[in-house]
């Protein structure tokens, strides 16, 4: 079992950048493959990004490749997400997610493949 918790969110900018983290207890992070997926008011909870447990396979939302990037510190047990050139449709609470992966290159894209959640932190960008 993981329990994650979600930090780096705040108000900013159209154009700007933040950095998410989420750090996870437990000494079998290196175990889980990881997603960010986001929910803003109204709308449904959507994928994001997400990275493999090693490292090599990475899969993005279309309209934030190119402007977010997800990585993982297994030493650290914490995966980031690098948001840059943020837009006001980008406002939402951002999740990151964990899956117990038994292949090396599994990544989950769907909100019922992740068993553990964190509680989330707001992102607003402001236009």
């Known amino acids: 079992q993981v329990q994650l918790v979600e930090s780096g969110g705040g108000l900013v900018q159209a154009g700007g950048s933040l950095r998410l983290a989420c750090a996870a207890s437990?000494?079998?992070?290196?175990?889980?493959?990881l997603g960010w997926f986001r929910q803003a008011p109204g709308k449904e909870r959507e994928f994001v990004a997400a990275?493999?447990?090693?490292?090599?396979?990475?899969y993005y939302l279309d309209s934030v490749k190119g402007r977010f990037t997800i990585s993982r510190d297994n030493a650290k047990n914490t995966v980031y997400l690098q948001m840059n050139s943020l837009k006001p449709e980008d406002t939402a609470v951002y999740y990151c997610?964990?899956?117990?992966?038994?292949?090396?290159?599994?990544?989950?894209?769907?909100?019922?493949?992740?068993?553990?959640w964190g509680q989330g932190t707001q992102v607003t960008v402001s236009s």
């Open positions: 997610a964990a899956h117990a992966a038994e292949e090396r290159d599994y990544v989950g894209v769907l909100s019922p493949q992740y068993a553990y």
């Open positions: 437990g000494r079998t992070f290196s175990s889980y493959a």
């Open positions: 990275i493999s447990k090693g490292g090599d396979n990475i």
